[in-house]
């Protein structure tokens, strides 16, 4: 039996970053999903305290901020965390040919999996480039819509710099729609991105899903 050796892959700061996103789409998907569409009302009453949809849009702004926040410390890990390097070493693996057809090999059970440079194969990379991209577009719709809202501090700010964006957009309906659908791609992002998880640590048996905890994953001999 081959030997496997502990390599450290994932740095405490990409570690927490993706926890703190996991908790966020949650509680965005849950809260967003009141706003748009009402699922659940307080009893009706004559005193002022019926301000669900008011804790609701509160808790969405809380963790669409720190949505934003963690967004924006992944992307720092990773172009120029040195112990988020390996990340950055992805982008050479997605660009070999010969890594592409091995990999697609591993998933249709016909190889072994391929060395790679980086922590990412090509297909993780490039459905983790899109997640990206539509983490972007929804935090940029997400602003726009809340500087519709809150008028003074930071959506006052912000309100001149990004009515040019919700105009190229289409408008505040379009915006709000295609906040709407950029949800939806990650809804649907979610679960096949933890079925694949479990699927390359249950074939590859190299602790990938252990990883994301410990940051550790654990190589065969002859791919040091």
Known sequence: MKKRFAEYEFSIGLRLTHWLRALCITILVITGYYIAFVFTAPEVSPEPVLFMQAKFRFVHLIFGFAMIGAAIFKTYLFFFDKKSRKELLSIKDFFSPRVWIAQIKYYIFLGEHPHLRGVYNP????????????????????????????????????????????????????????????????????????YMAVFNAVKGRDGAMDAIVSGYKFKKEEHA
């Open 123 to 194: 297909l993780q990379f490039i459905s983790y480039l899109g997640f990206y991209l539509v983490l972007f577009v929804i935090c940029l719709t997400g602003m726009i819509l809340y500087v519709h809202v809150y008028h003074e501090g930071l959506g006052g700010a912000l309100y001149g710099l990004l009515r040019p964006l919700e105009a190229a957009m289409g408008g505040l309906s379009e915006v709000r729609m295609i906040h709407h659908l950029c949800m939806n791609i990650i809804i649907i992002f979610v679960p096949i991105h933890v």
